[in-house]
């Protein structure tokens, strides 16, 4: 079983930053993919991004992209979301994926999930 751990949400200004970061642990296994996905109260959990096992691919969903990078670090196990010019609408829960199908753009359908981290953006 893998375990994820996101860390890095926190209260932020309108334009500021923050970088999410998820460590996973446990039965791991080289060549899978990782993301980012987020769910805000009373509303469906929608994809963020995702990158390939290598890192050497990535897509993101509209509203953030230009704004936020998805990155790997070399072993692979660790990913991060750096967010910049934040926006009130960014407020979320966001949960780290690993593993499961990606088929590029918004098609990832992960197989393990972080418990979520907070991302409250101040107007």
């Known amino acids: 079983q893998v375990q994820l751990v996101e860390s890095g949400g926190g209260l932020v200004q309108t334009g500021g930053s923050l970088r999410l970061s998820c460590a996973a642990s446990?039965?791991?296994?080289?060549?899978?993919?990782m993301g980012w996905f987020r769910q805000d109260s009373g509303k469906e959990r929608e994809f963020v991004a995702a990158?390939?096992?290598?890192?050497?691919?990535?897509s993101y969903a509209d509203s953030v992209k230009g704004r936020f990078t998805i990155s790997r670090d070399n072993g692979g196990d660790t990913v991060f979301l750096q967010m910049n010019r934040l926006k009130p609408e960014d407020t979320a829960v966001y949960y780290c994926?690993?593993?499961?199908?990606?088929?590029?753009?918004?098609?990832?359908?992960?197989?393990?999930w972080g418990q979520g981290t907070q991302v409250t953006v101040s107007s």
């Open positions: 990158v390939t096992w290598s890192g050497d691919s990535a």
């Open positions: 994926a690993a593993d499961g199908e990606y088929a590029g753009g918004s098609d990832y359908y992960p197989t393990f």
């Open positions: 446990g039965r791991t296994w080289p060549n899978y993919p």
